[in-house]
């Protein structure tokens, strides 16, 4: 009891010399800009050499709650296409409707109550603590080496916001057809980090390509934080180059129901999707960006490009002009 009570007073008498010791020990970047402290831990020390992550990373888990010494869960590859089965459309289903397909029916019935116990047997902080328990940053799954197959990938749901340009409202239904795209879906600073990861080291070598683009998607289902990024408005656009304002959105859209299809198991986390031309997705990852996964996506994506281009050939070939094919003007 007494040394509690010491170590209390000495927090109250040098609080600022407390609050930088825990900024340096939750900060995910390292304490010299060469140099990164190596990590603590044999077993975190490890774990970062076998899946080449930055010591930084390694040395942030080290200091986590979970204990050093400790083993880090093995994470396992993703072994299930995302998506939604049904195409995605810009009709927007009636409340009736929608009670009408709830509950009048058995089996979405079931589904719900599913859904809802699920919900209530999750705590407030469980993404959060997700992120500084197992020592991953998040990441619950392993991006998988090759493309999703076609014929059993699933649909990307649609999803709207209003982007970072004109504040023009726009649909992902819209804005991906016909083309192939990195998108990235982001709602917090770690989860824009993660992102990053992935983004940067592919973009470059792709950003010329007549089919591909590149697209960002700030969801904040919460009113408050969504005030909050609209207050900001203009500092985000000044850290996004202008001819990504298009591209980028802003989304308040409830995706309770779309979490658990998208493999979006934690809301801090940023997650990284290629989406082919037929709004299907063919390739997913999420949280901190690996060595094997950036080859899988720079492999994927170069595929899924070579494909699009001979598809795009041979509906030139059997139309006799050189033109690419028009797409429907309500599509556009």
């Given at each position: 009891m007494l040394s509690r009570q010491l170590s209390i007073r000495t927090f109250l008498r040098h609080p600022q010399c407390h609050l930088r010791a825990y900024r340096r020990a939750y900060s995910t970047k390292s304490d010299s800009d060469t140099t990164p402290a190596p990590p603590r831990s044999p077993a975190v020390a490890r774990w970062a050499s076998e899946n080449e992550?930055?010591?930084?990373?390694?040395?942030?888990?080290?200091?986590?709650?979970?204990?050093?010494?400790?083993?880090?869960?093995?994470?396992?590859?993703?072994?299930?296409?995302?998506?939604?089965r049904e195409r995605p459309t810009l009709e927007k289903q009636s409340r009736i409707q929608r009670f009408k397909d709830i509950w009048l029916n058995e089996e979405t019935i079931l589904v719900e109550r599913k859904h809802l116990i699920k919900q209530l047997n999750k705590g407030y902080y469980t993404d959060a603590v997700s992120i500084i328990h197992p020592g991953h940053m998040g990441k619950t799954w392993i991006a998988p080496e090759v493309l999703i197959r076609e014929d059993k990938a699933l649909y990307l749901p649609n999803i709207k916001g209003k982007d970072l340009d004109k504040g023009?409202?726009?649909?992902?239904?819209?804005?991906?057809?016909?083309?192939?795209?990195?998108?990235?879906?982001?709602?917090?600073?770690?989860?824009?980090?993660?992102?990053?990861?992935?983004?940067?080291?592919?973009?470059?070598?792709?950003?010329?390509?007549?089919?591909?683009?590149?697209?960002?998607?700030?969801?904040?289902?919460?009113?408050?934080k969504a005030l909050v990024v609209n207050m900001f408005l203009r500092n985000l656009r000044a850290k996004v180059p202008k001819e990504l304002h298009g591209n980028c959105l802003l989304s308040t859209q409830n995706m309770e129901y779309l979490r658990e299809p998208m493999g979006l198991i934690n809301r801090m986390v940023g997650y990284v999707f290629l989406i082919d031309e037929n709004l299907k997705i063919r390739w997913a990852a999420g949280g901190d960006a690996t060595m094997a996964e950036l080859k899988a996506l720079e492999s994927c994506l170069s595929v899924l490009l070579k494909r699009a281009e001979e598809k795009q050939k041979k509906g030139q070939l059997e139309q006799g002009t050189e033109t690419p094919p028009q797409v429907d003007a309500s599509l556009q």
């Amino acid at each position: 009891m007494l040394s509690r009570q010491l170590s209390i007073r000495t927090f109250l008498r040098h609080p600022q010399c407390h609050l930088r010791a825990y900024r340096r020990a939750y900060s995910t970047k390292s304490d010299s800009d060469t140099t990164p402290a190596p990590p603590r831990s044999p077993a975190v020390a490890r774990w970062a050499s076998e899946n080449e992550l930055d010591p930084s990373v390694a040395r942030w888990a080290s200091t986590a709650r979970n204990p050093p010494d400790r083993p880090i869960p093995t994470l396992r590859v993703l072994d299930r296409p995302l998506g939604v089965r049904e195409r995605p459309t810009l009709e927007k289903q009636s409340r009736i409707q929608r009670f009408k397909d709830i509950w009048l029916n058995e089996e979405t019935i079931l589904v719900e109550r599913k859904h809802l116990i699920k919900q209530l047997n999750k705590g407030y902080y469980t993404d959060a603590v997700s992120i500084i328990h197992p020592g991953h940053m998040g990441k619950t799954w392993i991006a998988p080496e090759v493309l999703i197959r076609e014929d059993k990938a699933l649909y990307l749901p649609n999803i709207k916001g209003k982007d970072l340009d004109k504040g023009e409202q726009k649909h992902t239904t819209l804005m991906c057809f016909g083309k192939i795209t990195l998108l990235s879906i982001e709602s917090t600073e770690l989860s824009v980090l993660q992102t990053k990861s992935f983004v940067n080291a592919v973009h470059p070598r792709f950003e010329s390509h007549p089919l591909y683009q590149r697209m960002h998607i700030n969801i904040q289902e919460n009113i408050l934080k969504a005030l909050v990024v609209n207050m900001f408005l203009r500092n985000l656009r000044a850290k996004v180059p202008k001819e990504l304002h298009g591209n980028c959105l802003l989304s308040t859209q409830n995706m309770e129901y779309l979490r658990e299809p998208m493999g979006l198991i934690n809301r801090m986390v940023g997650y990284v999707f290629l989406i082919d031309e037929n709004l299907k997705i063919r390739w997913a990852a999420g949280g901190d960006a690996t060595m094997a996964e950036l080859k899988a996506l720079e492999s994927c994506l170069s595929v899924l490009l070579k494909r699009a281009e001979e598809k795009q050939k041979k509906g030139q070939l059997e139309q006799g002009t050189e033109t690419p094919p028009q797409v429907d003007a309500s599509l556009q």
